[in-house]
């Protein structure tokens, strides 16, 4: 590989971890309300309000049907309007966000149903409004599965990612497709798959650390 | 509790119902018609087999389930009207301990404790003394920065206890507190429940399916069937005179009163022809349950009884003893009349040949 396509991976390399890390972040904020309310709200639970459920529902259902590739397109307009532009790294931000919330939704969601009936029982026996149980119960009860769920989700948006180029929106899936797809430059590929697989061990491996750092489900040896 | 007021109650069940909607538009009754009082400062105690409703009956005092019928009042206050924020300050005078601790498991055995006074908008600083001090008082103060998964079956239990104390409750329920915990460890968790209930005055409420717990601690009971309550009264009373075939099932396992197989499988409800043998249980009671009652019917009316089962044990202060006696049929009217005249209670079970 020649010198000059170094800094070129580099910058590729940069765009994708800047598309994933701030599309990651900003579907957290999305799902992870969406999750603990899909998750608390069907008839005679804590929010209990059966009807906005089956709507949410249906909507997330309906927004994870649609392949990531369509997604991307057929946005375009709402993209421009978000963010003034349908081109480019920023634009692409915009159709990873719009996947990411209802795929974090249903992980959290189901981080959050493990949580044992008896201790939203014993709360709610303390006098706990429905909010301080969802922060000091389920939260902090749910954080392993819910930390695994976002490492997915992560490793999922790195995936993605490499499909907006069809929008410019650049980074390694792009560079993939544009200069060893299309230039026949085999070794580029090569470049770009590895530095994708050492993206997600990364994140994989940084993720089940710290959900094995909140994990106190299981008596382990203390390291005093 | 002499001299306490007859309207001093902790907790008044009034001909309280709950049912439940069944597919096909019937109702399932969970209770029926439950009128029961707890007096303050008892260990009452509710004893019935699983699905008989004494879950149910518990969760309306803090109103986790709600009545369909009658009401519920704690400290004069009626539960099942209450919403809201008033729920929620009745619930805050109410702990509750659980046969599974339900701990977080995210949280110290301190955080744990720290729990209801954080829900309660506590300062920082009173929650440390508080829980400092709770954390102490169940003998836990070693193990406060454990985890959950780090303690045994009896310390979650403690941990339980000092969390259901944090907001100083004036009644404790206990859902089959120490279902789930081997014998000795039940045992050092219903003493330190007789510890709070003396030392603090706390009203405590327990549901239990085995009647070795309301021996051990319950000052007052109540048995439930099919949601209904068939049975109540100082425990010793009960004991001593259970009325109801559900309370007799349940002391048969924990007086050691059990007809032997060979007995019972043999036995029937009415005198045969020909010579036979009565089986009668004598319940002893009081001062009466020291004396060498068998040896008196033997020299006095010469009258032999065969012990066939039996033990003598303590209700609280008070020694209690249960006998199973065959004697021959003729003379057993005479042998019972003389029992009964030294003050033990006698009931016929029925004869053998």
Redesign the interface.
Same mark, same amino acid.
């Given at each position: 590989m020649s010198a000059n396509l170094i800094p070129i991976l580099w910058e590729a390399t940069l765009q994708t971890m800047y598309m994933v890390a701030i599309s990651a972040v900003l579907g957290t904020l999305g799902g992870l309300p969406l999750g603990v309310f899909l998750a608390t709200s069907q008839r005679g639970e804590l929010l209990s309000a059966p009807w906005i459920n089956k709507v949410l529902g249906l909507v997330v259902n309906a927004a994870r049907s649609v392949p990531f590739i369509i997604l991307v397109v057929a946005i375009i307009p709402f993209t421009r309007m978000i963010v003034g532009t349908s081109i480019g790294t920023n634009a692409a931000i915009v159709p990873l966000t719009l996947a990411a919330v209802p795929f974090i939704a249903r992980l959290v969601e189901n981080a959050i149903r493990e949580v044992?009936a008896? /201790?939203i029982?014993?709360? &709610?026996?303390?006098?706990? $409004?429905p909010m301080?149980i969802v922060r000091? *119960?389920l939260i902090?009860?749910a /954080?392993p599965g819910i930390t695994l769920g976002l490492t997915l989700a992560a490793v999922s948006l790195i995936g993605y990612s490499a499909m907006v180029g069809a929008v410019g929106g650049q980074g390694l899936g792009d560079l993939g497709i544009r200069y060893g797809y299309q230039r026949f430059m085999p070794e580029v590929m090569l470049a770009v798959v590895v530095i994708l697989i050492v993206m997600v061990q990364l994140v994989q491996s940084l993720g089940e650390w710290i959900a094995a750092r *909140?994990d106190?489900? %299981? %008596? &382990?040896n203390?390291g005093h | 509790m002499s001299g306490t007021p007859p309207d001093n109650a902790a907790i008044i069940f009034d001909r309280l119902g709950k049912s439940f909607p069944k597919s096909g538009g019937d109702r399932v009754m969970a209770l029926q018609d439950v009128s029961l009082t707890v007096p303050t400062g008892s260990v009452t105690g509710i004893i019935g087999r699983s699905g008989a409703g004494k879950s149910t009956l518990l969760r309306m005092v803090?109103g #986790?389930e709600r009545p369909t019928e009658g009401s519920v009042k704690v400290a004069g206050r009626d539960v099942g009207g209450a919403r809201g924020s008033n #729920? &929620?300050? @009745?619930? &805050?005078d *109410?702990?509750?301990i659980?046969q599974?601790f339900?701990l977080? =498991?995210?949280?110290t055995v301190w955080g744990n404790v720290a /729990?209801?006074l954080? @829900? =309660?908008g506590t300062p920082a600083g009173q929650i440390k003394a508080r829980v400092d001090q709770l954390v102490d008082q169940v003998g836990l103060s070693a193990l406060r920065d454990r985890?959950? =998964?780090?303690l045994s079956g009896g310390q979650k239990q403690r941990v339980g206890i000092a969390r259901a104390l944090a $907001?100083s409750p004036k009644v404790l #329920?206990s859902d089959e507190a120490t279902s789930a915990l081997d014998p000795e460890t039940t045992q050092t968790v219903l003493e330190l429940l007789s510890q709070i209930n003396r030392d603090l005055g706390l009203t405590i409420l327990l549901i239990t399916h085995e009647m070795a717990v309301l021996r051990d601690i319950a000052s007052h009971m109540a048995v439930i069937e099919g949601g209904r309550i068939v049975e109540s009264g100082p425990t010793y009373d009960v004991f001593a005179k259970p009325n109801h075939g559900t309370t007799r099932s349940f002391l048969s396992g924990v007086t050691g009163a059990t007809l032997p197989a060979f007995v019972a499988s043999r036995m029937t409800l009415d005198r045969p022809d020909g010579p036979a043998q009565e089986v009668i249980r004598v319940t002893f009671a009081g001062q009466h349950a020291t004396d060498p009652m068998l040896a008196m019917l033997a020299t006095e009316l010469g009258i032999a009884a065969n012990i066939l089962a039996g033990a003598i044990e303590e209700i609280g202060p008070h020694p209690f003893g249960n006998l199973l006696l065959s004697i021959d049929a003729p003379r057993a009217p005479e042998a019972r009349a003389f029992l009964e005249r030294h003050a033990l209670t006698t009931e016929v079970l029925g004869y053998v040949r």
């Open positions: 044992e008896g /201790l029982e014993a709360a &709610r026996a303390m006098g706990a $409004t301080q000091k *119960v902090p009860e /954080l *909140v106190r489900r %299981a %008596a &382990r203390r | 803090n #986790l #729920l &929620r300050a @009745i619930r &805050r *109410v702990g509750m659980f599974h339900n977080l =498991a995210s949280r /729990l209801p954080e @829900i =309660a985890y959950p =998964a780090e $907001t #329920l």
